[in-house]
Nanobody, 115 residues
Framework: QVQLVESGGGLVQAGGSLRLSCAAS????????MGWYRQAPGKQRELVAT???????NYADSVKGRFTISRDNAKNTVYLQMNSLTLEDTALYYC?????????WGKGTLVTVSS
């Protein structure tokens, strides 16, 4: 059974930092491209960052220079370090795993940025 379990969300003041984690099980983690997506209230889900199985990264323009995605294949975990958070970063953050047509999602972790 495939599970992606996000953690690390919470309430943070604008300008602060959070580190999200996504622990994967039931998949060959090192084979998968991993990603973080988010969905703000009333908006569509959008890509935040992805990391290939080889470690190549891709970021949404809105988070470039502030967020860093990384992975630890030994721990089957992908991370999202979020710095300089703004009110616009408030959203439910989802972990995603993709490989050869297989696409899995976590249930999300809520990030709320306050002024």
């Amino acid at each position: 059974q495939v599970q992606l379990v996000e953690s690390g969300g919470g309430l943070v003041q604008a300008g602060g930092s959070l580190r999200l984690s996504c622990a994967a099980s039931g998949i060959i983690f090192s084979a998968y491209a991993m990603g973080w997506y988010r969905q703000a209230p009333g908006k569509q889900r959008e890509l935040v960052a992805t990391i290939s199985r080889g470690g190549n990264t891709n970021y949404a323009d809105s988070v470039k220079g502030r967020f860093t995605i990384s992975r630890d294949n030994a721990k089957n975990t992908v991370y999202l370090q979020m710095n300089s958070l703004t009110l616009e970063d408030t959203a439910l953050y989802y972990c995603n795993a993709v490989w050869v047509g297989m696409n899995y999602w976590g249930k999300g972790t809520l990030v709320t940025v306050s002024s």
